[in-house]
């Protein structure tokens, strides 16, 4: 073959091994795409804005485990018992307690036996408010007395200062605590023959206790504002006289004076 054509050859040989490497070079493939990876969920909390609901605080209630009488004076008194007139109540309530003068039928008997012997263990509890002055030595505010029994609410104020008292037998020995002339408070208080124990509460809270109790019995009833026996007119304002045929304990007696303080 001539030189020449030798060359040519090899030029076109050339020129279509080009050709072919030029189309048949594969196309460069797509970057694969990144893992798609889902970002966990953040935990699902909501901020605490103060706008979430709080607890409500449980609404205290009065115990009738063992309430035996209750007495809330929200009806007018008796007709007879003229020493006795409605009057608005802790809460300021038109007629929903009764107001005792101090006269000589300004007093309310309730045909209940609260002795020993009936109740070994009990507890009395009224709301009061005291005029400041009595008049007379005592003025009995829940009293079965018939000169001998030692179960007693009553109040003083011939010492100078206004007190409470709770009856424990001698008279000598009785519970006594300050009074608030004026003003309501919530006067509880607990016998406890097996174990000769009086406990003397003022708005729920414990003021004096002793183990001396000597249990002597009274009448098979008890007057409210008055005793039964000789008199001694409380002058002031009574609601809401409870007895139990228990001992409350401490936690109960100070629920009770939550509960019933403003309602």
Not at 5 to 28: D, E, F, H
Not at 67 to 82: K, N, V
Not at 194 to 214: C, I, Q
Request: hydrophobic residues 35%.
């Amino acid at each position: 073959m001539p030189k020449n054509k030798s060359v040519i050859v090899l030029l076109c040989l050339l020129a279509t091994a080009c050709t072919v490497n030029v189309n048949n070079t594969p196309a460069n493939p797509a970057p694969s795409a990144a893992p798609s990876a889902m970002p966990s969920a953040a935990p699902s909390s909501t901020p605490d804005n103060g706008s979430s609901t709080p607890t409500p605080t449980p609404t205290p209630e009065v115990s009738t485990a063992g309430l035996i009488e209750y007495l809330d004076f929200s009806a007018a008194p008796p007709a007879e018992q003229t020493g006795l007139s409605a009057t608005p109540d802790r809460l300021a309530q038109a007629d929903q307690a009764w107001r005792f003068s101090g006269e000589s039928n300004s007093f309310y008997r309730v045909d209940r036996d609260i002795n020993g012997t009936t109740l070994p263990q009990a507890t009395f509890s009224a709301w009061v408010r005291t005029a400041g002055e009595n008049g007379v030595d005592q003025g009995h505010i829940i009293s079965p007395d018939n000169a001998n029994t030692s179960r007693m609410l009553y109040f003083t104020s011939s010492s100078g200062s206004p007190l409470w008292h709770a009856g424990t037998g001698p008279s000598s020995d009785d519970l006594s605590t300050q009074a608030l002339v004026n003003r309501w408070q919530l006067l509880t208080v607990t016998y406890d023959d097996s174990s000769n124990t009086v406990a003397l509460y003022v708005d729920g809270n414990l003021r004096a206790s002793t183990t001396e109790l000597a249990p002597r019995n009274g009448y098979d009833y008890f007057h409210i504002g008055n005793s039964p026996f000789s008199g001694k007119f409380f002058v002031g304002d009574i609601d809401e006289v409870r007895v139990y045929n228990r001992v409350l304990s401490d936690s109960e007696i100070q629920q009770l004076y939550l509960a019933s303080k403003d309602r």
